[in-house]
């Protein structure tokens, strides 16, 4: 017997939301990588769906709706990127080249990944868009012929690592530029280092959301230049 869709909804809604407020609410209060919300909440409902036997597809099935609200999410950034207008007006040339930079290395240490670990096709495809924001990852990863929800998990782990590493350069290097800041965070970590560069300040938020979209917006446009040239 089938469960009721409805049920279905509701129940992995509730759970991925509950879980989400219950890992903010932990990381506030212990601000500890392993309890971000991007880490642990996936830990969480990983847990619960081999507790009780259950697949990828039934939790997308319930979920996928939240999963919808990350482009009106990403579109939100809009907000503190015309605040800062003034501020985009004036570095555009030191913006556009740290775009351009950070979307080829990652890109191309994307691929140096998959080389050595031996994986080809379709892994590969899925691998190469993971250091930008899920909404565009997931229309990159489909235009070049990946998998979108595999290309979801690997945007997360780069997420978290990525902040938690932009963290340890930070206290490292004498990095005292809301813009340096903000790039660093937005090309390293998208969603994940964009929050985190909001919390140290709101023009290294700005900076970190403008970059996010811009960098979603290069590759999803390269994305079909990359795929005619894979399949040419």
Known sequence: MQPDPWLATVFWSSLTIAFYLLAKRLYRHWPRWWLMPLALTPALLIAVVLAIHASYRDYIHGAG????????????????????????????????????????????????????????????????????????????????????????????????????????????????SALARGALFAIGAHG???????????EEGSIAGLLMVLVGLLNVLAATLIAALLHS
């Open 65 to 176: 709706w939240l999963l919808a609200l990350l482009g009106p999410a990403t579109v939100a950034f809009a907000v503190p990127i015309y605040e800062q207008r003034a501020l985009i007006r004036r570095e555009w040339p030191v913006l556009a080249l740290g775009m351009v930079a950070g979307s080829l290395t990652a890109v191309g240490t994307s691929w140096m990944l998959a080389t050595a670990l031996g994986l080809d096709g379709t892994l590969r495809l899925s691998l190469l868009p993971r250091s930008i924001s899920t909404p565009f990852a997931m229309q990159v990863s489909q235009d070049i012929g990946g998998v979108p929800d595999l290309t979801a998990v690997f945007v997360v782990l780069t997420g978290v690592l990525g902040a938690i590493l932009g963290e340890v350069l930070l206290s490292w290097l004498p990095v005292r």
């Open 192 to 202: 994940a280092g964009t929050a985190r560069a909001t919390q140290l300040g709101r």
